[in-house]
């Protein structure tokens, strides 16, 4: 019943701050005005977004991003005899993760951003399945985004907000462990809610026409996944970008991006770290949206037995600009 309760207040607690927000900004629409470029740029460069790296800009914009990855076959211990570990099962696990993400630009220093996030890790076969089972964490996000510094070839921005996020997770071995172990209420499926409050920082610099850089910090703190526990999730992220549009007119744009994170929706778990590193191919040659093409070598902590895992991603992302 207490946790019914806590599930329904979290719920009234967002949809109050959804309504607050959406009336706060009411009258003074961001939409239809003309710009000759609606992407946001810095010294005459303009920037590859990426999914793993916030912009400091305020623009109105739509971001959509749907990707899959896997790891390679590997072989998980089933118990240990003389210090020498014995496998008995193999598989992969499959990737997913869908996000869509809305800014509404208010004046231009503020922005209000509301955003959504599902990740999902599952075995590809039966011997994956049993050792690994199934993880999906979805969160919703909202907040503010303030402008903090301005300047012809820099700008920095702060975000703040809270995050409300919802993990299943999915576990034979864990089912069996807790009724080897005598556990009163041995479960095969856990679904836990959590609330947290969130604080970032981002920045970007345009270098030149050709090239801009990118720097993100994020820290949330509050409820964690595992129940009774409270919960301090961060990510830094930095990437660099190559735009031949507007010095070449080569409608083509690059980034690289490393991603180092501690959050639910790149880690798949309540702990552990991910390292990722990301290209991205774009178009470019439109005044108010980007289509681009990202691919990814990702580190996830998998589990304390198989420690981390190396995991291929492709990205279909679509930044759309409304001013």
Do not use: C
Not at 27 to 43: A, C, M, R, V, Y
Not at 72 to 99: H, T
Not at 129 to 143: D, K, P, R, T, V
Not at 278 to 293: E, R, V
Request: glycine residues 8%.
């Amino acid at each position: 019943m207490n946790s019914i309760y806590s599930q329904k207040t979290r719920l009234h607690f967002l949809i109050s701050l959804v309504i607050y927000f959406l009336f706060s900004f009411i009258g003074t629409p961001s939409f239809g005005q003309e710009d000759t470029n609606k992407i946001p740029e810095l010294n005459r460069h303009v920037f590859i977004p990426s999914i793993y790296l916030e912009d400091p800009f305020m623009n109105t914009t739509l971001n959509l991003g749907i990707g899959v990855g896997s790891t390679g076959q590997y072989k998980y211990p089933l118990y240990e005899v003389d210090d020498s570990q014995i496998y008995g099962i193999s598989g992969q696990l499959l990737f997913v993760a869908i996000g869509l993400e809305y800014q509404q630009k208010i004046q231009d220093w503020v922005a209000l951003y509301i955003k959504y996030r599902l990740a999902a890790r599952i075995g590809t076969n039966v011997g994956s399945i049993l050792a690994e089972g199934f993880s999906s964490i979805n969160s919703f996000n909202i907040g503010w985004k303030i402008k903090l510094l301005e300047r012809e070839k820099i700008k920095m921005s702060t975000s703040f907000g809270v995050s409300n996020y919802n993990g299943t997770f999915l576990s034979v071995s864990k089912f069996i462990d807790d009724i080897i172990n005598n556990q009163p209420y041995p479960s095969l499926v856990t679904n836990t809610p959590a609330l947290n409050g969130n604080l970032g920082f981002q920045f970007a610099y345009g270098i030149s026409e050709l090239f801009g850089l990118k720097l993100n910090y994020l820290n949330s703190i509050g409820e964690s996944l595992e129940r009774g526990e409270t919960a301090y999730y961060f990510s830094l992220g930095t990437g660099v970008d190559l735009n031949l549009y507007q010095k070449h007119e080569v409608p083509l744009g690059f980034s690289l991006v490393y991603l180092l994170s501690s959050r639910p929706e790149q880690v798949y778990r309540e702990s552990g770290l991910s390292n990722s590193f990301n290209l991205k191919i774009a178009y470019t040659g439109t005044s108010d949206f980007i289509l681009g093409l990202q691919t990814g070598y990702t580190l996830v902590p998998v589990s304390e037995d198989l420690g981390n895992f190396s995991t291929i991603w492709v990205s279909f992302t679509l930044n759309y600009y409304f001013n």
